[in-house]
């Protein structure tokens, strides 16, 4: 069982950064591929960056070059950098851990809210 607990949230004005973590807790961190979703109001929820247990990232087209995924393995955590950030950017922020190596099994965490507005 793993569960995932998502903080660093909140409003900024455009143009301003904000870090997202994500904390998980379970067994086997390094196993999972880890992701941050995003949902805007009225908007089905995209994925906006994922990272593979060896390093690997990729990227929804619209935040490449702003934003920045990275994992921490010392403390099972998952960051999300966000910089220049925009009005079409706010929405509330998931984190995601999938797991691969066998039947495939997602978790989500509860979501975290990121306004950006001047």
């Known amino acids: 069982q793993v569960e995932l607990a998502e903080s660093g949230g909140g409003l900024v004005q455009p143009g301003e950064s904000l870090r997202l973590a994500c904390g998980f807790l379970g067994r086997s961190f390094s196993t999972y591929v880890m992701g941050w979703y995003r949902q805007a109001p009225g908007k089905q929820r995209e994925l906006v960056a994922q990272i593979t247990g060896g390093g690997g990232t990729n990227y929804v087209d619209s935040v490449k070059g702003r934003f920045t995924i990275s994992r921490d393995v010392s403390s099972n955590t998952v960051y999300l950098q966000m910089s220049s950030l925009k009005p079409e950017d706010t929405a509330v922020y998931y984190c995601?851990?999938?797991?691969?190596?066998?039947?495939?099994?997602?978790?989500w965490g509860q979501g975290t809210q990121v306004t950006v507005s001047s």
């Open positions: 995601n851990a999938k797991y691969i190596l066998g039947p495939v099994r997602n978790y």
